[in-house]
């Protein structure tokens, strides 16, 4: 498994309220994020080959109609060719064990096109005109604004501003700014211990 896989996977499933606010905020306010199911992320192919998703969260609706969504997220290090189809075959992995909607998100570490963006996938099933859609979100880290997300309200924002763009501020003051947020943040004791564990590393 890629070093950042198993970093991020850790800092994702800790503050997934906020990955959702950050990418989806129109759609958080129907949603309950106190309550957040973690699900089995191993699947297999036709051929009996081993998938494992980086993360896979059921989120249920506020109210009480017992409605949910599934929520696949993929980290990748750098945005790559024919993403968009590996996250459609992932949904229909998904779809086999479990009959609700699903939002498909990718968070891109390096390249790829800065800030959030709704991609979409068009393919001819049975010719023209018989057409299949297929939406997910990507988030692009390498391209926006590390001072945009340093003023956010969300603590998982401000970790991720140390990967952005710097603007005039030099790596040691973004990492010191980053760091600064974090320390004056009201987070318990696991989430404190997972920044820890997630930018040693990174920022050396």
Do not use: N
Not at 157 to 170: K, T, Y
């Amino acid at each position: 498994m890629p070093r950042h896989d198993s970093i991020f996977k850790t800092l994702l499933r800790s503050f997934f309220a906020d990955l959702l606010r950050l990418v989806v905020p129109d759609l958080t306010g129907s949603l309950d994020l106190a309550h957040l199911g973690f699900f089995d992320k191993e699947f297999f192919t036709a051929e009996r080959r081993r998938r494992e998703l980086d993360l896979l969260v059921r989120v249920s609706f506020l109210g009480d109609g017992g409605q949910a969504i599934l929520v696949h997220v993929e980290v990748e290090a750098r945005a790559t060719a024919g993403m968009g189809w590996r996250l459609w075959r992932y949904r229909d992995q998904v779809r086999r064990v479990h009959d609700c909607p699903i939002l498909s998100i990718v968070l891109y570490l390096e390249r790829g096109r800065a800030g959030v963006q709704v991609q979409k996938l068009t393919r001819d099933l049975l010719g023209p005109g018989l057409r299949e859609d297929f939406g997910y979100v990507s988030f692009g880290l390498a391209g926006c604004e590390a001072a945009d997300y340093l003023v956010r309200p969300e603590p998982l924002a401000w970790g991720l501003a140390a990967l952005m763009r710097r603007g005039p501020l030099s790596r040691p003051a973004l990492k010191l700014a980053c760091l600064r947020r974090i320390a004056t943040a009201d987070l318990e004791t696991s989430a404190a211990s997972c920044w820890s564990t997630v930018w040693r590393p990174t920022w050396g």
